[in-house]
């Protein structure tokens, strides 16, 4: 049996109103969804106004405008310019749809007393007059009501103004319902991505605050990597990022020192070569000082003796206060060190001690730094623990790769890197730019008490040295160059 020309439209319509849901479920951007559900419920009803309205408290926002025949396109905006808003009291044609649940279809809107039908007082919008007007209540799932969507000028095939067929109520109604569900979906999705970036925040907030001497790396690294992917964007590069993408990165960033919140606090903040023990060797001192002076009063020492064995001491102590604060150890004052380390004293019941013990003599003979080889270790396994608190996360989707990303910021392209000695073939892209992001920052960094700061010009050396030795990848570090991506506004 032939079908009908209406079977036909129905057919059709349905094949549509598929293709319209699977382009919903698509978009994961709210603006997108937007301009998507004004556009479908323009095309299914042929016409040729159509507003999109939030509903915010007791009050329809309009969110997007659009009108074919003038080629307005807008969204929203907070002058006066735009839609005014519609209170749920107001009698206008959507705020009474909202109210009473239902659809409201409107032939002529110059004729019709029951409610308001404006878009704008006199019937205008801009100039522009409605006639036939449509309004339907946009309810989720559960049949809450998200907001409305107002249609004007329905168009029979000619271009003339004609009312909007009752054939449509139910299809329109439909696709209403769908158009909500993906606008909940985008706004969870936007509320679960608003409570990581919040938690992720927080984190980095929490390891700021035991590390007061660097709290401005993890901030600065984000920055300095937010400017260079733009830069990547806006100079042409075949190098880019997707926003979304993007977004991932620099959460990467932002937890790739999160193992350091279990990393102890003493080797966390160490600004010197000894630590806590500098105040053991303080007393130490005092008390041979002392013993010294009382071998004197005792006859044991004469003056000469006791004045130069107080003003060895004192020299002594001035090599530790020194060694204990240079950035790098020259040889002649490890030597020094390690002569100190063999001078003792007699204690009051007899005793033979050293002046300095094996492991204070081992913290002053640091060559570089203030961290001993085995407070090293400690501090490198922070990126172990990074990789360990963040596998207990789910990352789904591009998010998997935050685990990645931000566990493998100290590998290096040789395979001397840590923890897992990865070489080239195993460390992407991303890794790369955050070591070498890393690194540049820890250099340049002005707060760092146990080092002074790089500047940009040696930084880079250094950094050069390092891509020519095969450490890390020598043409992201050109690219980094030339973004000069630590300048505010680099990126414009």
């Known amino acids: 049996m032939a079908k009908s020309v209406r079977e036909y439209e129905l057919e059709d319509m349905l094949e549509k109103v598929l293709q319209i849901g699977i382009s919903f479920s698509g978009e994961k951007h709210r603006s997108g969804l937007l301009e998507k559900i004004l556009a479908a419920f323009m095309e299914l009803a042929v016409c040729d106004l159509g507003v999109l309205y939030s509903l915010q408290g007791q009050t329809l926002r309009p969110e997007l405008l659009i009108i074919k025949s003038e080629h307005i ?39 019709c007393t029951a409610y308001k039908t404006a878009l704008w007082d006199g019937g205008r919008c801009r100039g522009y007059r409605v006639k036939s007007m449509f309004a339907a209540p946009v309810r989720d799932d559960e049949g809450q009501i998200m907001g409305a969507v107002c249609l004007g000028n329905a168009l029979a095939g ?72 733009d830069w990547l964007d806006a100079s042409g590069q075949e190098w880019r990022f997707s926003e979304e993408k993007k977004r991932i990165f620099l959460l990467s960033i932002w937890l790739h020192d999160i193992g350091k919140l279990v990393t102890p606090r003493s080797i966390m903040n160490k600004c010197d070569r000894l630590g806590n023990n500098l105040p053991y060797i303080e007393a130490r001192f005092q008390k041979i000082g ?136 195993q460390i992407a892209k991303e890794v790369r730019l955050l070591t070498i992001l890393d690194i540049f920052e820890a250099l340049t960094a002005d707060d760092r008490p146990y080092k002074p700061p790089m500047s940009v010009e040696r930084s880079l050396d250094i950094l050069y040295d390092m891509a020519d030795k095969g450490k890390i990848d020598r043409e992201i570090l050109d690219l980094f160059v030339q973004s000069r991506a630590w300048e505010p506004g680099a990126e414009a």
Request: charged share 25%; aromatic share 8%.
């Open 290 to 425: 002392l013993l010294t002076k009382i071998e004197h009063l005792e006859g044991r020492l004469d003056d000469r003796a006791a004045f130069d064995a107080l003003d060895k001491l004192k020299g002594a102590w001035e090599l530790i206060l020194a060694a204990n604060k240079i950035s790098v150890l020259p040889e002649d004052m490890a030597a020094q060190i390690e002569r100190l380390a063999g001078e003792t004293y007699t204690d009051v019941d007899g005793t033979c001690c050293r002046w300095l013990t094996e492991q204070e003599c081992a913290q002053l003979k640091i060559c570089k730094g203030t961290l001993t080889e085995e407070e090293r270790e400690v501090m490198r396994n922070h990126v172990v623990m990074t990789q360990k608190m963040l596998e207990q996360m789910v990352f789904e989707g591009g998010y998997e790769n935050i685990l990645q990303w931000a566990s493998q910021h100290h590998e290096l392209l040789d395979g001397s890197g840590y923890p897992r000695g990865l070489r080239a073939d």
């Open 73 to 111: 396109h807008e969204g929203r905006r907070e002058d006066a310019g735009f839609l005014p808003s519609l209170p749920l009291a107001d009698a206008h044609i959507c705020a009474k749809a909202v109210r009473e649940r239902r659809i409201i279809n409107v032939a002529d809107a110059a004729s």
């Open 158 to 229: 000619d271009g003339t103004v004609i009312a909007f067929h009752t054939f449509y109520e139910q299809i329109l109604s439909a696709v209403a319902s769908q158009a909500a569900v993906c606008l909940q979906n985008v706004d969870y999705a936007a509320t679960i991505q608003k409570f990581l970036d919040s938690f992720v925040h927080v984190m980095s907030t929490a390891i700021d605050a035991r590390t007061p001497y660097n709290d401005g790396h993890t901030r600065n690294m984000a920055a300095y990597g937010e400017r260079f992917i």
